[in-house]
């Protein structure tokens, strides 16, 4: 498994409620995407994840899923 260094969404997800910390909607735009296109692939290939969360989804400094 690949090192990423950044954060589970969770831990954002969190971090955000906690600071009443806003994001820009491209941003969060950006990160819906890449996580719908990811979903897509793996259903196209046949492919089920079980545990689809928050949490299990990382997040780069660059905003990358």
């Known amino acids: 498994m690949t090192y990423v260094d950044g954060v589970d969404l969770g ?3 969190k ?3 906690a600071r ?3 994001y820009s909607p491209i941003k ?3 990160v ?3 996580i719908v296109t990811g979903m897509a692939y793996l259903h196209e ?3 089920m ?3 689809i969360k928050p949490s ?6 660059d905003w990358n899923v």
Not at 56 to 61: A, C, H, R, S, W
């Open 20 to 22: 009443n910390k806003k």
């Open 45 to 47: 290939n046949k492919v």
């Open 11 to 13: 831990s954002l997800l």
């Open 32 to 34: 819906l995407k890449q």
């Open 56 to 61: 299990n989804l990382m997040i780069d400094k």
């Open 28 to 30: 969060l735009k950006h």
């Open 15 to 17: 971090d955000m409620i």
């Open 49 to 51: 994840h079980r545990d």
